[in-house]
């Protein structure tokens, strides 16, 4: 499937996942699960490419290539390692405050701690946003205490102390760069978080932090264009990279605001207030060729759940019909083909509203079950959320404000 480029930045960005290419697991560091997207991988065979060929034996004149190389491939692994310890830290304090992390994710801008739900309190917000940046400038030293101690026994290994004094300062950079109070960089998680507990109000935290987060996006864009017209063929990479790094800046600080405004408008709602109970189930010993021209040619759903003697067994979506060899829908039955019912499609009506949306975005799904045990009760759907949330924000934008009043 064809997927535009501006689609899959707005993926990565709304979703806080990365999403551009495949990802695989690499390995598990202090229990969170190590991913890696398609991208990331892109990106330092560039990093590297560039480090041994460009930017090594500019600032370190005087080796042969062969050094060159070393140095190229030392210098990767300490990028990774430093990044996988900047997230690394982000995941160990949200965990302490009851911010289930999902995965740390290498990508094309670095890492991302995926959380799995809101921010707990604005201390633990603080905490969890400052812990990388800091883990950097521990990085940082640690690599410049090592660079003084290769100098010291080892004087004549100038190109590892090279190697290491380079990444210092790359880590120092990163803390920096992630220091930005622009949302979602860690600084601007930090200045949401003190708004949030000043003004103890976590939408107006979030919307100040990404208007700055916007501002610094469009910088961002401005320097790329000046890296693509002015700075020639290095500039060009440059350039496309800080453009990207604006778009997804930009597009994750939108986001975060609606996200803050829908869990702040939905409060302690249940799925049950706005579950559409008026949905057409069908039997499971029903052909796939009955269940087309009966069901989903009448009632146009997208999926239908699946109830045998009124109990929900399963789900059976329109996705995995079109998926299915057209021969066989005459004699393939809906409980052979349909999902299996589980906590990623069915919710008990008494769920959070704001969760059951929240999991549909992740998971990206239309809609979910509700479900009583086994009684199937209706669906809750993103398109039903979605037009609520919207009607509301505009209703509460739209109250007359009350300049003067007598007692
Ligand atoms: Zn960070």
């Known amino acids: 499937m064809a997927i535009s480029l501006p689609r899959l930045l707005r993926n990565a960005a709304t979703r806080g996942k990365a999403v551009f290419f495949r990802r695989v697991t690499l390995f598990h560091c202090f229990g969170f699960p190590v991913k890696a997207d398609g991208s990331w991988l892109f990106l330092s065979v560039l990093i590297c490419w560039t480090l041994i060929n460009k930017h090594f034996p500019v600032i370190y004149a005087g080796h042969s290539p062969q050094v060159y190389q070393l140095m190229g491939f030392a210098a990767i692994c300490g990028i990774f390692a430093s990044i996988i310890a900047h997230e690394v830290a982000h995941a160990i304090i949200a965990e302490h405050y009851q911010m289930p992390i999902e995965s740390i994710t290498l990508f094309i801008f ?8 809101d921010p707990s309190s604005p201390k633990g917000e603080f905490l969890m946003a400052i812990a990388g940046p800091i883990m950097s400038v521990i990085m940082g ?6 660079k003084l101690g290769v100098v010291f026994y080892f004087p004549t290994a100038v190109a590892a ?4 004094g380079y990444l210092a300062g790359l880590n120092l950079v990163i803390a920096l760069f992630n220091m930005v109070p622009a949302f979602p960089l860690d600084g601007g998680r930090a200045l949401r978080a003190i708004i949030w507990k000043r003004k103890d109000n976590l939408v107006l935290g979030t919307r100040i932090a990404s208007e700055l987060g916007a501002i610094f996006a469009y910088g ?11 700075r020639g063929e290095t500039g060009m990479w440059q350039g496309i990279w800080f453009g990207l790094l604006g778009y997804f800046v930009h597009g994750a600080g939108a986001y975060a605001v609606r996200q803050t405004e829908s869990r702040s408008l939905l409060g302690s709602e249940t799925v049950s207030r706005f579950m559409n109970s008026q949905v057409i189930a ?3 010993d029903l052909t796939i060729t009955d269940l087309v021209d009966n069901y989903v040619y009448k009632h146009y759903q997208r999926s239908f759940p699946v109830v045998d003697r009124g109990e929900l067994t399963g789900l059976i979506s329109l996705q995995s019909i079109l998926s299915l060899d057209r021969h066989k829908w005459h004699w393939l039955h809906v409980a052979s083909v349909m999902e299996p019912l589980n906590e990623k499609n069915v ?10 949306l929240e999991l549909m975005q992740r998971l990206q799904k239309e809609q979910l079950l509700v479900a009583d045990g086994k009684k199937f009760l209706g669906v809750i759907s993103h398109r039903d959320l979605a037009a609520y949330l919207s009607i509301t924000l505009k209703i509460d934008s739209n109250k007359p404000v009350i300049t003067s009043r007598t007692a």
């Not at 102390?161 to 290491?164: A, E």
């Not at 961002?220 to 002015?230: D, E, H, K, Q, S």
């Open 110 to 117: 670095g890492g991302v701690a995926v959380m799995k739900g």
């Open 141 to 146: 030293l640690l690599f410049w205490a090592a």
């Open 161 to 164: 102390w090279q190697v290491l």
């Open 220 to 230: 961002l864009l401005v320097y790329a264009l000046y890296c693509i017209v002015f």
């Open 282 to 284: 069908v039997s499971p």
């Open 347 to 356: 919710v008990t009506p008494d769920f959070n509203a704001a969760d059951a």
